[in-house]
């Protein structure tokens, strides 16, 4: 299932996260910092819902409150509850 989820507060602007059940299998960012997007994907790639949240929820990026690796959480939430 693959889920589309448009970003608060970040410089990347839509997260599409695609699940098989709650398991974490691909991850595409529109915009934001190349680097750290390439990155992100990769390291949670594999990872359960609840994983992805324990690691990277609440991560600020410049005190802007959230990031996006903390919207990220928030999208792979929202894709799982979206699939129930």
Known sequence: MSYLYKTKGTCSTMIEVE????????V??????NGN?????????GLT???VEQKISGISCNGRGT?????LAKA???AYE???
Do not use: H, Y
């Open 19 to 26: 699940l098989d059940g709650n398991i974490v299998k691909n």
């Open 28 to 33: 595409k960012f529109t915009g934001g910092c």
């Open 37 to 45: 997007l390439q990155a992100i994907p990769r390291l949670v790639q």
């Open 49 to 51: 819902v609840e994983q």
């Open 67 to 71: 990031s996006c690796g903390d919207q």
């Open 76 to 78: 792979c939430r929202a």
């Open 82 to 84: 979206a699939s129930l």
